[in-house]
Structures are given as structure tokens and as C-alpha cells.
């Protein structure tokens, strides 16, 4: 999966960028504040991070 459409996915679940890091990028849930993580900055995201990035944020998994 791309990054940019994982990042797309993310912002219209509710979710918004934190900050920027060296290496990642940190989003966090607007609706579970508690809920965050990290997205590197590969132009390719493998399929089973981008599931495991949307259960830690605590929203569903892109198609």
C-alpha cells in the first residue's frame, strides 16, 4: 500500500498528524486521544503494517 493512501485512509477515519520525526510520522486518534503511532516514511507500506497501524489507532482496516 502507499504511504499517501494510508495517510488519506487515516485523516478521514479521524485521525491527525502529531508531529514530525527524523524517520516517522506520529498520527494520533482525534475521537481516542489515548490511541497513537508511528508511520514510517517508506513510499511502500507493506498490507500487514497498515492493518496493525489502523487496530492501534483503534479504527478499520483500508480495502
Same mark, same amino acid.
Given at each position: 500500500? *502507499?504511504?499517501? #493512501?494510508?495517510?488519506? %485512509?487515516? #485523516?478521514? /477515519? &479521524? /485521525?491527525? !498528524?502529531?508531529?514530525? &520525526? =527524523?524517520? %516517522?510520522?506520529?498520527?494520533?486518534? !482525534?475521537?481516542?486521544?489515548?490511541?497513537?503511532?508511528?508511520?514510517?516514511? %517508506?513510499? #511502500?507500506? =507493506?498490507? !500487514?503494517? =497498515?492493518?496493525? @497501524? /489502523?487496530?492501534? !489507532? &483503534? @479504527?478499520?482496516?483500508? *480495502?
Amino acid at each position: 500500500m *502507499k504511504r499517501k #493512501e494510508l495517510i488519506r %485512509h487515516l #485523516e478521514y /477515519c &479521524g /485521525c491527525a !498528524l502529531l508531529r514530525e &520525526g =527524523a524517520k %516517522h510520522s506520529r498520527y494520533i486518534n !482525534l475521537a481516542d486521544n489515548s490511541k497513537s503511532t508511528t508511520i514510517p516514511r %517508506h513510499n #511502500e507500506i =507493506a498490507d !500487514l503494517l =497498515a492493518f496493525k @497501524i /489502523c487496530r492501534q !489507532l &483503534g @479504527i478499520p482496516a483500508p *480495502k
